[in-house]
């Protein structure tokens, strides 16, 4: 079974920095593209930013600039680091992976969520 546990999360002042990660584990055969989104309170979950396989990344507008993904393979993680924080980005921020498992085709799997709150 595939699990995708998130940690990082937390309390910051606006302009601080905040690192999450996001690591994979269980029978898994081959990781492809790694991402995160996240959800505000009472809107919809939105994509912050997403890496293929080789690194190439893409970043939703209003995080460009400020935040960082990148990923370790060997250790099926994937990380966002996030500088100049803003009330704005308050929310819980999901992992997401597409990947291939034993026995199991290409499926997408879904983090728990990691609340992170920028306080003015």
């Known amino acids: 079974q595939v699990r995708l546990v998130e940690s990082g999360g937390g309390l910051v002042q606006d302009g601080g920095s905040l690192r999450l990660s996001c690591e994979a584990s269980?029978?898994?055969?081959?990781?492809?593209?790694m991402g995160w989104y996240r959800q505000g309170s009472g809107k919809q979950r939105e994509l912050v930013a997403t890496?293929?396989?080789?690194?190439?990344?893409t970043y939703v507008d209003s995080v460009k600039g400020r935040f960082t993904i990148s990923r370790d393979n060997a250790k099926n993680t994937v990380y966002l680091q996030m500088n100049n924080l803003k009330p704005e980005d308050t929310a819980v921020y999901y992992c997401?992976?597409?990947?291939?498992?034993?026995?199991?085709?290409?499926?997408?799997?879904w983090g728990q969520g990691t609340q992170v709150t920028v306080s003015s």
């Open positions: 269980g029978n898994i055969f081959k990781m492809y593209d």
């Open positions: 997401n992976a597409e990947l291939t498992a034993v026995s199991v085709g290409l499926r997408t799997y």
């Open positions: 890496t293929t396989r080789d690194g190439t990344p």
